[in-house]
């Protein structure tokens, strides 16, 4: 009975119970940019065969997949972690 409301502070806070024991942080996701937003205005057809996006929303998706990385791997980390594998 006691641990509903605990879990919920937690929750609040920002935390996931794993194992009873031990917190997980929860990461929170990057904004994501223009070209994955709108990507119909942020890609623009140059040719027949091919298409166009402007250095500005092209850096946008750069730094995007460099934090949705760094993410992953902190999960991929605590996971293993958790699971005893490391």
């Not at 920002?14 to 205005?41: D, M, N, T, W």
């Not at 998706?61 to 993410?71: D, F, G, K, Q």
């Amino acid at each position: 009975m006691v641990m509903i409301p605990i879990m919920a502070l937690l929750l609040g806070l920002g935390c996931v119970s794993s194992k009873g024991a031990a917190y997980l942080p929860i990461h929170k996701r990057p904004y994501a940019p223009f070209a994955i937003e709108q990507p119909q205005k942020a890609f623009l057809k140059c040719g027949d065969d091919y298409w166009c996006i402007s250095l500005e929303h092209l850096e946008g998706l750069r730094v995007y997949t460099i934090e949705m990385e760094a993410i992953v791997t902190k999960y991929e980390n605590a996971t293993m972690t958790f699971n005893g594998i490391r």
